[in-house]
């Protein structure tokens, strides 16, 4: 077992993928680019190199280049989604999703529905998301509550390499759409990766750190800061469980609500915006079914409600931090 | 014996394991202890277990104290006898150098699992330790890996070469099972001899490794100067069913915590990250169906289908059966009216996997069998 980073981890599961069944194409801006180019036939691989290697590997036909037209290449994998393929489309910045969510939410979301539960649509999209890059407004926004909300697609966010090689896998052997968010900062951690194929179950929570005061759920970047968080506070005698829901639809519900039963404490951080994200959609949950549980208030820790600032510093205060968690978990802990 | 001074490190228990903390001492300063004796619990991110004087002596130094956390190699502690001035302990500990891990290559220093090619399969392996010492073969049980040997590896790594591996369908090693027999995996077993150019060693087996380790010195005498059995499979017909069909079903965490907890006297040792580390293991293609074909072989039905009490009877060399009294997978009732010749430890309070719960008494089992 060997060291991946979170990029090659990406890279390893699709590539499994494709040499196990030929139904898995790839396609996106720059999958194939630098065609006509000079030099050896390769291709950027997407615009952080995550599928690099895959054209030369598999070749034009199964790696396609498409225009810079997310409605017709998103449509269009929904659709060879519907007839038998199995698709890896890269919808670049999640904050794209604007031009294409039509295909995404009233079709390929809908059709198992619409068509009785007789037609299947294994589509993955990937899309990069999360700030931190210093890439501005229109290409740090989270988003992943807006998939959450629609019914019939399933999203992801993996918190780690492991975890990313794992969920794509089973994206892509899942029949219905799904939504796998890779956050851009976290492209070059690295951790034990195993070479062979494995699969993580989607709406299986993983607990992260395992501890007697307070429940932290924390979403895709989020988990690292967390756990950093909660070893810190181990120091001070407080002690944490981290629960990493690894999917938000399906979430698992249960194991929120066990962890809190046991702690009696909820911190939730979450990257997206805090109106109608998954800390608030958490609360909600807890306020209906564990409030007795409850010995103080739940606390959220969220940017706040204003668009990704690109001035470094204001970006960088904007994002939860490892202190404002625990600033946040000692907030509960003083109830 | 002891020499004049001697230092209390922080073991390495496991291939991920780069620190430790001290969850207590259980020898104060100024003890007199015996070797073997507990003297302090240690925890990783993986485990806690307590921690054996590697020698008798005065305890006179705690140099690491309670909830500290420091690296593999650090000094923790100094035995030395009364007539050791404190001075010369002040300064063997003032002048302590963290040693490498001792073996493969500096740096880094832990020795990394290999491959190797065996009867068609690929195997994962560990090896540790040379020296003039019998050679040992270690083999693990159903749904383990060679991390099961790691409290005990790197003691029996002290003067002779030991190899870890994985059996096929387990850990690292390729998913196909083939028949999953324990003939069928002994097979295997003298083709990766073979392979690292093993040919004669102890072996020291656990649960379904221990049919597997009969199987072969059955059919290959030649091949084994000893066995060490712990908690054997192929003594009796009971097994767990629960807890095979268990293993096999939970693909989830809190299945799976109740299920590792009828492994161990204790079920508060099963951890967070031990839970996590089987599902890993489980979660690759191809390994379920692996423990599938292997406890159809063996287990089919909730009872053992392969006996080797026969097998057992016709060895002619030394083994020793370790079997913890409360093991809930197979009876300590397994080891009653087996042949003069095989000397059987029981262990008190000690479930199904006394290499990893009274480690230390194991090893010293081990060490015992070999001369």
Redesign the interface.
């Known amino acids: 077992?060997a060291k991946k980073s979170y990029r090659q981890a990406i890279n390893d599961a699709i590539r499994q993928e494709m040499l196990a069944d030929p139904r898995v194409v790839v396609m996106g801006e720059d999958n194939a680019g630098g065609i006509e180019a000079p030099g050896e036939d390769d291709a950027w691989g997407g615009v952080l190199g995550v599928t690099k290697g895959l054209m030369p590997e598999f070749g034009r036909e199964r790696v396609l280049d498409t225009p810079i037209s997310e409605s017709a290449f998103i449509g269009a994998a929904a659709g060879a989604a519907a007839t038998g393929l199995r698709p890896v489309a890269e919808l670049m910045f999640v904050d794209f999703m604007g031009v294409c969510f039509d295909q995404i939410f009233n079709q390929a979301g809908k059709f198992r529905y619409m068509f009785g539960g007789k037609a299947v649509t294994p589509l993955v999209v990937r899309t990069m998301y999360g700030a931190g890059f210093r890439a501005a407004s229109q290409h740090s926004q989270c988003l992943y509550p807006i998939f959450t909300h629609v019914p019939g697609l399933k999203v992801v966010l993996p918190s780690s390499p492991?975890e990313a090689k794992?969920l794509m896998i089973q994206a892509i052997r899942d029949d219905d759409p799904v939504i796998f968010l890779e956050h851009k900062v976290m492209y070059d951690d690295e951790e034990?990766v195993?070479d062979?194929?494995?699969?993580?179950?989607f709406g299986?929570a993983?607990?992260t750190?395992?501890g007697d005061d307070v429940t932290v759920v924390a979403f895709g970047r989020m988990v690292g800061l967390a756990n950093a968080a909660a070893d810190a506070l181990e120091k001070d005698g407080i002690s944490c469980t981290v629960v990493d829901p690894r999917t938000t639809s399906p979430l698992d519900t249960d194991?929120i609500l066990e962890c809190v039963e046991e702690t009696g404490r909820l911190v939730i951080v979450d990257e997206a915006s805090p109106r109608c994200n998954m800390a608030t959609d958490i609360s909600a949950l807890v306020a209906q079914e564990a409030f007795g549980a409850l010995k103080a208030p739940v606390r959220m820790v969220s940017p706040p409600h204003t668009p990704v600032p690109f001035a470094p510093e204001l970006e960088d205060a904007y994002i939860p931090s490892q202190a404002k968690i625990e600033t946040a978990i000692r907030g509960v802990m003083a109830h | 014996m002891m020499g004049r001074i001697e230092p209390i490190v922080m073991p390495k228990w496991g291939l991920a394991m780069t620190e430790g903390t001290v969850v207590g001492w259980e020898a104060g300063e100024g003890d007199r202890v015996d070797q073997g004796q507990d003297i302090l619990e240690i925890e990783t991110t993986k485990i806690t277990n307590v921690f054996e004087a590697p020698a008798g002596g005065t305890l006179r130094r705690q140099v690491v104290h309670e909830g500290d956390t420091v690296p593999v190699g650090a000094l923790l502690g100094v035995l030395a006898d009364d007539e050791v001035s404190d001075e010369e302990i002040d300064s063997f500990v003032s002048g302590f150098v963290v040693e490498a891990d001792d073996g493969e290559a500096a740096g880094e220093g832990a020795p990394e699992p290999r491959k190797a090619e065996a009867g068609g399969r690929t195997l994962r392996y560990l090896e540790m330790g040379a020296g003039e010492g019998t050679p040992v073969l270690l083999v693990h049980g159903f749904g383990a890996d060679l991390n099961a040997w790691m409290f005990v590896q790197p003691t029996l790594a002290e003067g002779r070469r030991t190899v870890a591996l994985d059996l096929p369908g387990h850990g690292g090693s390729q998913k196909d099972v083939g028949a999953g027999t324990p003939e069928s995996m002994a097979d295997t077993l003298s083709a990766f001899m073979d392979e690292v150019g093993l040919e004669r060693a102890h072996v020291v087996a656990h649960s379904l490794g221990g049919a597997v380790a009969l199987a072969l010195a059955s059919a290959k005498p030649d091949r084994v100067s000893g066995l060490t059995l712990i908690a054997p499979a192929g003594l009796g017909d009971e097994i767990n069913h629960e807890f095979i069909t268990g293993f096999i079903e939970a693909g989830r965490r809190k299945e799976m915590k109740p299920v590792l907890g009828l492994l161990v006297a204790d079920p508060s040792l099963v951890s967070r990250d031990m839970i996590e580390d089987v599902l890993k293991a489980k979660r690759i293609d191809g390994a379920e169906e692996a423990l599938r074909t292997v406890a159809a072989a063996n287990f089919a039905g909730g009872r053992q289908a392969v006996l080797l009490r026969d097998a057992l009877a016709g060895l002619s060399c030394p083994v020793e059966i370790a079997w913890g009294e409360a093991d809930r997978i197979l009876p300590a009732s397994h080891a009653e009216g087996l042949p003069e010749a095989v000397r059987v430890r029981r262990m008190a309070d000690v479930g199904h996997m006394p290499h990893m719960e009274a480690a230390g008494e194991v090893t010293r089992l081990i060490l015992a069998g070999l001369e």
């Open positions: 077992m492991y794992g034990d195993p062979e194929s494995y699969t993580i179950p299986e993983n607990l750190r395992e194991t």
